[in-house]
């Protein structure tokens, strides 16, 4: 084996999953190594990969080494390899096709999108890598996660992802901690996981003024909102018990209006003060909780 599945093999291990058989191991191997080009034999018996996990539609993640030579080294350093369960026809529509469609898919800090496609039955997508932390684990380890920067990962989340993409007309649904890393290189927090938007993305494109899909996705994000804001602030060490905290994280989110505003953006022809007002209210929101030293 020239890529190390420690990481995958560890969470179906954890979740009492049964581990892929040394076939299906060495089937995902070669098929990396071809979809990457990588000659595999040179990096014999050191390695030149490793497993990053898996996920429900994803058979393995997979990375290259820093240094190790691949097909997309000209446009990305290193890269992640999604090998998919399935044909995944949307997910590879997104990942070749509809992150170049849309300007504002690489304007905001979101992992890029290199390439897409079908291989020996079943969808890959070649995305650019992230190196760092995600949020969910930045606020498991308290001792290093202070106040301020927590205030910058949420400013980061609202007035850089999550503002301008709403403005575009796009929405999101999965904002969890999880799909969230803290960029080893600028410190800053970039998104990742950008498939979730392909089907508003899809609708946006081809419907516009249509806005099913687009409307469910919004209401997810606003239930998962308050909790991801009270998550990060009381990893920075506030005095204040969680339960206390979320009531202050709701009644803040609420004075200031701030979900009227996000839902707002993208859908009037009044868009920069939209977004203006949509700003103003979430650094209202800041306001109300550093006025009861919560941040």
């Given at each position: 084996?020239?890529?190390?599945w420690?990481?995958?093999?560890t969470?179906?291990?954890s979740?009492g999953?049964?581990?892929?058989?040394?076939?299906?191991?060495?089937?995902?191997e070669?098929?990396?190594?071809?979809?990457l080009g990588?000659e595999q034999?040179?990096?014999?018996p050191?390695?030149?990969?490793?497993?990053?996990?898996?996920?429900?539609?994803?058979?393995?993640?997979?990375?290259?080494?820093?240094g190790?030579?691949h097909?997309?080294?000209s446009?990305s350093?290193?890269?992640?390899l999604k090998?998919?369960?399935?044909?995944?026809?949307?997910?590879?529509?997104f990942h070749?096709?509809t992150?170049l469609?849309?300007?504002?898919?690489?304007?905001?800090?979101l992992?890029?999108?290199?390439?897409?496609?079908e291989?020996?039955?079943?969808?890959?997508?070649?995305?650019?890598?992230?190196?760092?932390?995600t949020?969910?684990?930045a606020?498991?380890?308290?001792?290093?996660?202070?106040?301020?920067r927590?205030?910058?990962?949420?400013?980061?989340?609202?007035?850089?992802?999550?503002?301008?993409?709403?403005?575009?007309?796009?929405?999101?649904?999965?904002?969890?901690?999880?799909?969230?890393?803290?960029?080893?290189t600028?410190?800053r927090?970039?998104?990742?996981?950008?498939?979730?938007?392909r089907?508003?993305?899809?609708?946006l494109?081809?419907?516009?003024?249509?806005?099913?899909?687009?409307?469910?996705?919004?209401?997810?994000?606003?239930?998962?909102?308050?909790?991801?804001?009270?998550?990060?602030?009381?990893?920075?060490?506030?005095?204040?018990?969680?339960?206390?905290?979320?009531r202050?994280?709701?009644?803040?989110?609420?004075?200031?209006?701030?979900?009227q505003?996000?839902k707002?953006?993208?859908r009037?022809d009044?868009?920069?003060?939209?977004?203006?007002?949509?700003?103003?209210?979430?650094?209202?929101v800041l306001?109300?909780?550093?006025?009861?030293?919560?941040?």
């Amino acid at each position: 084996m020239t890529i190390d599945w420690s990481c995958l093999l560890t969470k179906k291990r954890s979740l009492g999953q049964p581990d892929p058989t040394p076939a299906e191991l060495a089937a995902w191997e070669s098929r990396a190594g071809k979809l990457l080009g990588v000659e595999q034999r040179s990096y014999e018996p050191s390695g030149w990969a490793e497993s990053l996990g898996y996920g429900m539609r994803t058979l393995a993640l997979i990375t290259p080494y820093s240094g190790v030579e691949h097909r997309f080294s000209s446009r990305s350093q290193r890269v992640v390899l999604k090998l998919f369960r399935s044909q995944a026809t949307e997910h590879i529509q997104f990942h070749s096709h509809t992150f170049l469609s849309l300007p504002i898919l690489q304007r905001i800090p979101l992992q890029a999108s290199l390439a897409g496609g079908e291989f020996d039955g079943c969808g890959y997508a070649v995305l650019q890598f992230i190196p760092g932390i995600t949020l969910r684990q930045a606020v498991c380890v308290t001792s290093p996660w202070t106040g301020p920067r927590a205030v910058q990962a949420l400013n980061d989340l609202m007035e850089s992802i999550w503002i301008p993409a709403w403005a575009s007309g796009l929405r999101f649904k999965d904002c969890h901690p999880g799909n969230f890393i803290l960029s080893e290189t600028t410190g800053r927090l970039v998104m990742i996981d950008g498939e979730q938007m392909r089907k508003p993305a899809t609708e946006l494109i081809d419907s516009p003024s249509r806005w099913l899909i687009r409307d469910r996705h919004e209401d997810n994000a606003f239930s998962r909102l308050p909790k991801l804001i009270s998550d990060t602030l009381y990893a920075a060490g506030t005095e204040t018990n969680r339960a206390a905290l979320n009531r202050a994280v709701a009644q803040a989110i609420e004075d200031s209006h701030l979900v009227q505003h996000l839902k707002e953006l993208g859908r009037t022809d009044h868009n920069q003060q939209d977004v203006a007002a949509a700003t103003s209210a979430w650094r209202s929101v800041l306001s109300q909780l550093r006025m009861e030293k919560l941040c």
